[in-house]
């Protein structure tokens, strides 16, 4: 079976730019989740899906965050516009039951 | 309040020695717990899960946690650790199998040869 892919699985971009990340879940799991990692804040919790409908949006990302998932295969995270401190590794999860979740491998996004 | 500590930021194990990753957790119904190993530039892996019945649960990879409600804790132990199981791993709760899972602080394992 495939697991969470995630693309690209590196970015570089420039403060004010827009970056789309991608993930497409394990196949036929309902709930679909983003995360952002960084060694100082551990985990953090963007976003969060259940059969496509958003649950969670993460609160304090709200305001340049967005995630969309257009189908059951196929989610994005767009950071409008990027900061130097978005700087981190972005993981995509997915899940059948909501607690035991699978992850992509990331992808590492620097703004410079 | 909900949390999970794990006290060893680093543990350092020679290969072939055992190995125990500590894990308590602070919940006052009923627990579900995860380990969750992270190699270098890698996505995090499950490891072993604990819903309910036997508090020994078996992991990928030869590890197994052991659930103990008194103690609140769920360690993770293996017999003889290998160079490959050099890692992160982190020990989480969902509180009543809800989404929002709350992640213990990682262990950094380092195998010496």
């Known amino acids: 079976d495939a697991g969470v892919t995630q693309t690209p699985r590196h970015e570089v971009a420039e403060k004010g730019q827009t970056i789309i990340l991608k993930c497409e879940p394990v196949s036929g799991h309902n709930d679909l989740f983003w995360y952002r990692q960084t060694k100082i804040q551990g985990l953090e919790l963007l976003s969060y899906?259940?059969?496509?409908?958003?649950?969670?949006d993460g609160g304090a990302f709200k305001d340049r965050f967005k995630a969309e998932m257009l189908n059951s295969s196929f989610s994005t995270l767009k950071i409008q516009p990027t900061e130097p401190k978005d700087s981190a590794v972005y993981l995509c999860a997915s899940s059948p039951t909501g607690d035991e979740q699978y992850f992509g491998p990331g992808t590492r996004l620097t703004v410079l | 309040a909900q949390s999970v500590t794990q006290p060893d930021a680093r543990v350092t194990v020679s290969e072939g020695a055992s190995l125990q990753l500590r894990c308590k957790y602070s919940?006052?119904?009923?627990?579900?717990l995860f380990w969750y190993v992270q190699y270098p530039r890698q996505g995090l892996q499950l490891l072993l899960k604990y819903y309910s019945g036997d508090p020994v649960v078996q992991g990928v990879n030869g590890f197994e946690a052991e659930f103990s409600k008194s103690n609140s804790s769920f360690h993770l132990r293996k017999a003889s650790v290998h160079w490959s199981d050099s890692a992160v791993y982190f020990c989480?709760?969902?509180?009543?199998?809800?989404?929002?899972?709350?992640w213990g602080s990682g262990t950094k394992l380092i195998i010496k040869p």
């Open positions: 919940y006052s119904g009923t627990p579900y």
């Open positions: 989480v709760l969902s509180p009543d199998s809800n989404y929002q899972l709350i």
């Open positions: 899906f259940r059969s496509k409908s958003l649950m969670e």
